[in-house]
């Protein structure tokens, strides 16, 4: 267990309105990730964060954006959530000591 | 362009025999391969790891196999229990301080009793 929350843990959301998703660590790594999953793609990385206030983009960042105002929250908005984006969402924190990802629960976000 | 594929979307094997899942990748700048067991409703997580030094890591019944020369990686788990029926997803980076991975698509292994 690498100390790692995600919530919420399921939302049903509109098209067009917005949603923020969050990742709350509690070991003070520095790198965090947001991951989609979805059927016959894997997990595909969204954004990462390598440091308070420092961001950058993944594979599939478009219609994504991201904010890590302190070392423990991880935040990733869909701005105008679109049908493309009904997903499980999964956070990451690298451990430093061994290079290896570790990942939260998930978020199952349906947007109708 | 998929860098990491894994060609076999299901396998199904009997309890108490070899399981092995394939994985393939395209980037030769690939150098740290890691395999992640996954159950429904829950995170991916962490199974064994290999370094492109080495060929071969084993943990218990579960030991990976890297071959270079042929951009291919496979994890080998023997014996196969039930519980060990999860989506098995590969995935690699370009080594220490790239902190990225690149993941495959995932293998759904179920092991019948």
């Known amino acids: 267990d690498a100390g790692i929350t995600q919530s919420p843990r399921h939302k049903v959301t509109e098209t067009g309105t917005p949603v923020t998703l969050r990742c709350h660590q509690t070991?003070?790594?520095?790198?965090m990730y947001w991951y989609r999953q979805d059927p016959g793609h894997g997990l595909r990385l969204i954004h990462y964060s390598y440091g308070v206030k420092d961001t950058d983009k993944g594979e599939v960042s478009d219609g994504y954006s991201v904010s890590r105002s302190k070392t423990e929250d991880f935040l990733l908005t869909l701005e105008s959530a679109t049908s493309s984006q009904t997903s499980v969402y999964f956070c990451?924190?690298?451990?430093?000591?061994?290079?290896?990802?570790?990942f939260g629960p998930g978020t199952r976000l349906t947007v109708l | 362009d998929q860098q990491v594929k894994q060609n076999s979307p299901s396998l199904s094997v009997q309890e108490g025999r070899i399981s092995i899942l394939n994985c393939d990748y395209t980037n030769s700048m690939f150098d740290y391969f890691l395999w992640y067991k996954k159950y429904p409703a829950e995170g991916p997580t962490f199974l064994i790891s290999i370094s492109s030094i080495k060929d071969k890591n084993e943990d218990g019944r579960f030991t990976v196999f890297l071959n270079k020369s042929a951009k291919h990686l496979s994890l080998h788990i023997v014996p196969s229990q039930p519980g060990d029926s999860a989506v098995y997803f590969c995935a690699a980076s370009e080594g220490s301080g790239t902190y990225k991975y690149i993941f495959g698509t995932g293998t759904r292994l179920k092991v019948l009793a």
């Open positions: 070991e003070n790594h520095r790198y």
């Open positions: 990451a924190i690298m451990h430093g000591s061994s290079d290896t990802q570790y």
